[in-house]
């Protein structure tokens, strides 16, 4: 199969960690794979944008899974070209059990250009919607407060959906 990006990277996140595969492809020889754990606090983060530029990484990918993949996302969009890949597209091949072979699949996937992005609107859209949500959140807090209902809102305050 042709190389689409021959050197890029694929991220399994989670709560608290990120799984990193860098794949980079010689002229010569078979592909060089690396793979690195880090927290997703942001000093974690700005780690894991460092280890991927001095990779000479250019493209990355990762899950969208739940809200955990914002924080990443938002740091490396500016950095690298950022795809956000839906998580039933990528989970659809058996045998895959470790956050390491997540991270080296998806990887593999965007290596080949195999990944459909989700669509991500741009940053002053998201942050729209974020304050968009947030002020709900505060008029319907609000509202209960009058009414002498204490029942708070389950409602995440930064929940936007893609």
């Known amino acids: ?18 799984v990193a595969c860098v794949i980079v492809s010689d002229t010569k020889g078979p592909p060089r794979k690396e793979t690195r754990t880090f927290g997703t606090m942001t000093d974690d983060l700005l780690a894991l944008a460092d280890w991927l530029a001095s990779e000479g990484v250019t493209h990355i990918a990762m899950e969208s899974t739940g809200v955990y993949w914002k924080a990443p996302f938002n740091l490396l969009e ?3 070209e950022v ?3 839906n998580a039933q597209h990528i989970k659809a091949v058996p045998g895959r059990k470790t956050d390491v072979k997540d991270a080296e699949w998806i990887a593999d996937l965007l290596r080949h250009g195999l990944l459909k992005p989700s669509f991500v609107p ?3 859209q998201r942050e729209l919607r974020e304050l968009t949500r947030y002020r709900t ?3 319907r807090e609000r509202a209960l407060r009058s009414t002498g209902c204490r029942r708070r809102s389950k409602a995440p305050i930064s ?3 893609t």
């Open 122 to 124: 741009d940053r002053p």
């Open 83 to 85: 795809l956000l890949a």
């Open 1 to 18: 199969m042709d190389v689409v990006y021959p050197r890029c990277c694929g991220i399994d996140i989670h709560k608290k960690t990120a």
């Open 78 to 80: 500016g950095q690298f």
């Open 159 to 161: 929940s936007w959906a």
């Open 137 to 139: 959140v505060l008029v």
